[in-house]
């Protein structure tokens, strides 16, 4: 079964930086991965997103300038290296297949557990 796993979450101080993983059991060559996280109390929502050939990026508004995607089809792994952590930025990370545009993304792969980020003093 085609999984996907995020790894590399914790607690880290406001300004702090954490990377991400998202690690597939399959292939990534042909596929656009996104990230998505979900505060307490809150709907989900995209943060980022990266096409199958890592051409294309999408970021989030609130995460611009500060968090990078990037992928290694290689080691069927996407990353999420975040810098200037917020308290805000507190969330359940997760990964999932998605088609990345320009100017936007749609998730059509399921959710698996992702992974805790609180960011805290």
């Known amino acids: 079964q085609a999984q996907l796993a995020e790894s590399g979450g914790g607690l880290v101080q406001p300004g702090g930086s954490l990377r991400l993983s998202c690690s597939a059991s399959?292939?990534?060559?042909?596929?656009?991965i996104g990230w998505f996280r979900q505060a307490p109390g809150k709907e989900r929502e995209g943060v980022s997103c990266?096409?199958?050939?890592?051409?294309?990026?999408y970021y989030a508004d609130s995460v611009k300038g500060r968090f990078t995607i990037s992928r290694d089809n290689a080691k069927r792994t996407v990353y999420l290296q975040m810098n200037s952590l917020k308290p805000e930025d507190t969330a359940v990370y997760y990964c999932t297949l998605t088609t990345c545009t320009r100017t936007g993304y749609i998730p059509y792969g399921s959710w698996g557990q992702g992974t805790q980020v609180t960011v805290s003093s």
């Open positions: 399959f292939t990534l060559n042909y596929a656009g």
């Open positions: 990266i096409s199958s050939g890592g051409g294309i990026t």
